[in-house]
């Protein structure tokens, strides 16, 4: 079965500064996507980046970029330049496509931004 | 327009009593999705269609029967609440079943008193 695995349920990082949020899965798989979601006070699920895994190349979204190391098991987000509004919940999370498609998530990281 | 839609975003209950979660995507997607989350925030899967198929039930209870009328609709009906089904239900949608992408509703709290 596949794991993913955030180890830190909390961080905070002063406002402009840059943060690293950890995460890493188990998986047999070769090919699947992995993504970070956000989820504000309002608790809506926003996508904040995805990953595919055949892809050696990290993916970047603005502020957002992400450490993914294969061998590992390792996908990391970094958000730089730290905003008060980049504060929420966090959540790593793994998908494998195929006909049992699902995505199965980490337990989330709350981050805070001090101003 | 709303592209996952969920209805109705807070429900208070009894115990005892049956509820249904409504969600419609307007994605023209063949997939649809029921996570939960519970009191920690812990997001799981609990079922998943396609095209109307039922193709995932995560060894939920009975209790829960998700029935989807078109693949634009996939609704949630609970029987018999309990405390522990109190949580936030998300839907989410994706273009077909083997996609890398879903989409969220905006989630429906339950609270059963």
């Known amino acids: 079965a596949q794991t993913v695995t955030q180890s830190q349920p909390e961080m905070s990082v002063q406002e402009a500064e840059t943060v690293t949020l950890s995460c890493t899965y188990d998986t047999s798989e070769s090919d699947y996507y992995l993504f970070w979601y956000k989820q504000p006070p309002s608790r809506q699920m926003i996508l904040v980046i995805r990953q595919e895994a055949y892809k050696q190349q990290n993916a970047t979204e603005n502020r957002f970029s992400v450490n993914f190391q294969k061998a590992a098991k390792s996908f990391s987000l970094k958000i730089s330049d730290s905003q008060l509004g980049d504060a929420a919940m966090y959540f790593c999370?793994?998908?494998?496509?195929?006909?049992?498609?699902?995505?199965?998530f980490g337990k989330g990281i709350t981050l805070s931004v001090r101003p | 327009d709303t592209a996952v839609s969920q209805t109705p975003k807070y429900l208070v209950t009894q115990m005892g009593n049956d509820k249904s979660i409504k969600c419609e995507q307007n994605l023209g997607h063949d997939t649809m999705y029921w996570y939960k989350q519970d009191s920690k925030k812990f997001l799981k899967i609990m079922f998943s269609y396609n095209n109307k198929e039922l193709i995932i039930n995560e060894t939920v209870p009975n209790r829960f029967s998700p029935k989807s009328p078109d693949k634009a609709h996939l609704n949630l009906h609970i029987n018999s609440l309990e405390l522990g089904d109190s949580a936030v239900y998300f839907c989410?949608?994706?273009?077909?079943?083997?996609?890398?992408?879903?989409?969220f509703g905006p989630g429906t709290r339950l609270t059963v008193l």
């Open positions: 999370a793994y998908l494998v496509t195929g006909a049992n498609s699902k995505l199965t």
């Open positions: 989410a949608s994706s273009q077909r079943l083997a996609a890398n992408e879903q989409f």
